[in-house]
């Protein structure tokens, strides 16, 4: 959750960029980077970026270029993490999975809601205000389904696809994913039939995972504790400003630890649960509030706010000032630099 993460790539996918034709090297030489980053697989986010840009730029159509990578990304070459998932009990389980060991290996982080008929998955990208090349977007959402479709046995269909960027064709992407793509939207989503995250595995594999989870879990924590408590609450907090889970055990249950633990830690650096979430809910009203494609109202839904008042009274406490004449002062501040 750092700057300088570093990011592992696994070796699946330089053996699915061969089986579509493409030369690792010729996707690193073109992201102008080292050969060693083929063996090594050790990149920063910036790097790791460019070389998604460098695949997109090689194969040309973005279509096929979303669609065919997690095709042919063989389960033999998937990394422990994803084992996990491929071998869990469900899609459910497989999901949960996932969303807890891509942790591990920034910068994306996989945010599932169930609610209604319905199950969302969007896709944020973590310690960059870059927002990650499309096709890697694409890819990323095709893969969580292609993951579900191995899984299962069976032909899944998305209810929804949500891309922030444009395409200009997305016909196969339509017919892979089995529904409308939106474009232009506010987040990178993938909407699922929540029936299907009941449909069990065929490639549950219990004995595996009882390898597998004990080793994954004890990376996860030692990763965790690289940092401070304080930063991993406050950005769990800003990944959930917008749903119900904002109470301590909610954050203590995600960590894996005791309500009462999670109080001791954040209490041994000086902090409070109620204080981290009002500097979240801060820190991200005044990046949201930067975006003038936001109305005011909309910042606070995203803060957590039910009503625009209870907002209104909480940014003047924080900032001495209005949502709206902060945000003036702030494109004022911005047009003469």
């Known amino acids: 959750m750092t700057s300088h993460t570093r990011i592992r790539i696994p070796d699946g996918f330089w053996a699915g960029l061969y089986q579509l034709g493409i030369m690792a090297q010729d996707v690193v030489r073109k992201a102008k980077m080292p050969l060693t980053v083929i063996t090594e697989s050790v990149v920063t986010t910036e790097q790791y970026f460019a070389i998604w840009q ?160 004990p080793v994954l879990d004890q990376t996860l924590e030692e990763q965790r504790q690289s940092h401070s408590i304080t930063e991993i609450v406050k950005w769990i907090l800003k990944r959930n400003l917008t749903g119900e889970r904002l109470e301590i055990h909610h954050v203590a249950s995600e960590l894996g630890m005791s309500e009462r633990t999670l109080q001791r830690r954040l209490t041994d650096e000086q902090t409070t649960f109620k204080q981290l979430l009002r500097e979240a809910r801060h820190e991200q009203a005044r990046e949201y509030l930067a975006n003038p494609s936001l109305d005011i109202k909309e910042v606070a839904f995203l803060v957590g706010y039910k009503d625009q008042s209870s907002f209104y009274r909480a940014f003047r406490g924080w900032e001495g000032n209005t949502p709206l004449n902060w945000r003036n002062e702030y494109a004022t501040i911005n047009s003469i630099r």
């Open 54 to 213: 460098a695949y997109s730029d090689i194969i040309g159509d973005m279509e096929d270029g979303i669609i065919k990578l997690p095709i042919v990304f063989e389960t033999a070459q998937y990394p422990p993490s994803v084992l996990a998932a491929y071998h869990a009990r469900d899609y459910r389980d497989a999901l949960k999975r996932m969303a807890r060991y891509k942790e591990m290996c920034p910068p994306e982080n996989i945010r599932i809601v169930e609610e209604g008929e319905i199950c969302t998955i969007e896709v944020e990208w973590l310690d960059t205000d870059q927002p990650g090349p499309p096709l890697l977007v694409g890819t990323t959402l095709a893969f969580l389904l292609e993951l579900g479709r191995r899984g299962i046995g069976l032909p899944l269909k998305a209810r929804l696809i949500e891309f922030k960027h444009s395409m200009s064709q997305v016909k196969e992407i339509e017919e892979y994913f089995g529904c409308p793509i939106q474009m232009g939207a506010k987040c990178n989503r993938l909407t699922l039939h929540r029936r299907d995250l009941d449909r069990p595995f065929a490639s549950y594999n219990a004995e595996l995972l009882d390898i597998l989870t």
